[in-house]
């Protein structure tokens, strides 16, 4: 099958990849120049691919990436990875609408298009399809099929990379849910088909938003918890025991990546036009989790306090820049929001993650540095956002001054846990 993927990111790298590496021709479509030129070499910046597996499908011919959507190939089916972030509480489907335009144009008779990026109930039908009928002339249901799959990419996680992941499957009339599961069959170990792109589109959001809400839970009652005396981290490792009726959330210092600081509130935003009514338990999460950051620097401001010492002028070393462990997505990091509140207070901000290359942060006073026994010491404070493997904890905890730990992962007399 000839495949296309627009988009190659987080989401599209490794779909694409995949695909190759079962047999499917592949072009991964991109339009970052500096994105396809590193693909082209290569070179990798997903960590759920490696530059090996990279080299192996560019080398067989099996995949290609480009920039130039004039020389996109016919396509048997073509997949649409496009970031979709929210303007101002407004999902801005833009790229989406870019991209299925540019795929229209290339659509012949029996193609399929299938949507991936996550977005809110009704958008294939009421948006995608009716941009790709328009480019191509052809009708869809007669003559191409369209469908959605929402993404289930968790960067990172070894035990369900992408091939192990179940795979939700949809398509606008039954033809073309068979051709949209016939092609997952084949990149993933199991498909599960639904009635509806309605009810998969669906399906994402539920999935991101209980985990939005229960994050938003432990987090609040970390703040709760704490002038009452109890130690959250503690009851939280005790409700863990219970064997059923409970699933096991940790605090943290916010959420980051696409999926929680923003997936959620394409539904509040589509239950609140469609029924005129708020959607309460996602409006309540982002309060609290959106609030995160500030209250990892109103702790730390006590502890400064505490010691008889200002924010304004003392060193500070972020450890951790990206949103998850080990990995080096730092999309909507809530460290980037802490690193906003401690430079408006004047403390000299350093940071410092092992995964992230690129600077991601939009204020040009943050200084990234290597967490050096030497940089650790020299620090009036530590704040641990992100608990990578790669940090020498016990470094950390022997020589730093003062350590704000948001992810309970050190003890000692200079520590402070979240």
């Not at 328009?134 to 990172?156: N, T």
């Not at 997936?263 to 989790?289: C, H, I, M, Q």
């Not at 010491?377 to 530590?382: G, K, L, R």
Request: aromatic share 6%.
């Amino acid at each position: 099958m000839h495949v296309v993927v627009a988009g190659q990111g987080y989401v599209g790298l490794p779909l694409a990849v995949r695909a190759a590496e079962v047999g499917h021709h592949v072009v991964g479509y991109d339009v970052d120049p500096h994105r396809v030129q590193r693909l082209a070499s290569g070179e990798s910046y997903v960590e759920d691919v490696t530059s090996a597996r990279l080299r192996t499908v560019l080398d067989s011919g099996a995949y290609s990436v480009t920039t130039d959507a004039v020389a996109l190939p016919p396509y048997d089916l073509a997949v649409i990875t496009v970031p979709t972030p929210l303007r101002d509480g407004v999902p801005d489907l833009t790229h989406v609408e870019a991209c299925a335009h540019t795929l229209g144009e290339h659509l012949g008779p029996g193609a399929t298009v299938v949507l991936e990026s996550t977005t809110y109930p009704g958008t294939t039908e009421e948006l995608v399809l009716p941009i790709l009928e328009k480019a191509s002339g052809l009708i869809a249901g007669v003559d191409f099929h369209v469908g959605f799959s929402p993404e289930r990419i968790d960067p990172g996680n070894t035990a369900w990379p992408f091939e192990r992941t179940p795979k939700v499957v949809s398509g606008i009339d039954a033809a073309s849910l068979d051709i949209v599961k016939g092609f997952y069959d084949t990149v993933v170990e199991t498909t599960v088909p639904v009635s509806g792109t309605r009810v998969a589109e669906l399906t994402k959001l539920i999935e991101n938003t209980f985990r939005h809400v229960n994050i938003a839970l432990v987090n609040e009652m970390v703040m709760l918890a704490r002038p009452l005396g109890v130690n959250a981290w503690e009851a939280i490792d005790a409700a863990a025991s219970k064997p059923f009726g409970y699933m096991r959330f940790t605090p943290g210092p916010g959420v980051g990546g696409h999926c929680l600081p923003i997936d959620p509130s394409f539904l509040s935003w589509k239950v609140e036009r469609a029924a005129g009514v708020p959607f309460r338990f996602v409006d309540l999460a982002n309060d609290v989790n959106s609030h995160m950051p500030d209250y990892v620097v109103r702790r730390l401001t006590e502890a400064f306090n505490t010691r008889r010492m200002a924010v304004c002028g003392s060193r500070v070393l972020l450890l951790g820049l990206a949103y998850k462990a080990n990995t080096s997505d730092a999309r909507e990091s809530p460290s980037a929001r802490v690193a906003e509140l401690l430079l408006d207070l004047g403390a000299d901000v350093r940071g410092a993650d092992p995964h992230v290359v690129e600077d991601i942060h939009a204020n040009p006073h943050l200084i990234r540095v290597v967490a050096t026994q030497e940089e650790i010491a020299a620090s009036d404070a530590v704040v641990l956002l992100m608990d990578h493997a790669a940090f020498d904890y016990e470094a950390i905890r022997r020589h730093a001054p003062y350590v704000l730990d948001c992810r309970n992962r050190l003890s000692g007399a200079n520590i402070d846990v979240l």
